[in-house]
Nanobody
């Protein structure tokens, strides 16, 4: 069973930085794309960033481009099949949301929520002004 575990969320003042991590474990199904979505209170879940298996291609929402950086590490360890990270700089209050790590059974970047079969539980990011 594939599992995604996020960490690194927290509270920060505007202009600050946070780094989210996501460890994927469980049954392997080959190369895949991973990414991050977020959901703010009262709003729909929205795409943040995505990355291909080899890290050769990435995609970002316009709202985070230039401030967030997605990366991944495919080196397998005893408790991780692959990991993905989201470095968030110059944070703004509008970045406040629950951030979800996602994974899909294809090495294709997508901004569509239903294209991702696996979701983490989410980690809260709160940015105060």
């Amino acid at each position: 069973q594939v599992q995604l575990a996020e960490s690194g969320g927290g509270s920060v003042q505007a202009g600050g930085s946070l780094r989210l991590s996501c460890v994927a474990s469980g049954r392997a199904f080959g190369i895949d794309a991973m990414g991050w979505f977020r959901q703010a209170p009262g709003k729909e879940r929205e795409f943040v960033a995505a990355i291909l298996w080899g890290g050769t291609s990435t995609d970002y929402a316009d709202s985070v481009k230039g401030r967030f950086t997605i990366s991944r590490d495919n080196a397998r360890t005893s408790n991780a099949e692959t990991s993905v990270y989201l470095q968030m700089n110059s944070l703004k209050p509008e970045d406040t949301a629950v951030y979800y790590c996602v994974r899909r059974k294809a090495n294709i970047i997508s901004r569509i929520t239903t294209d991702y079969q696996y979701w983490g539980q989410g980690t809260q990011v709160t940015v105060s002004s």
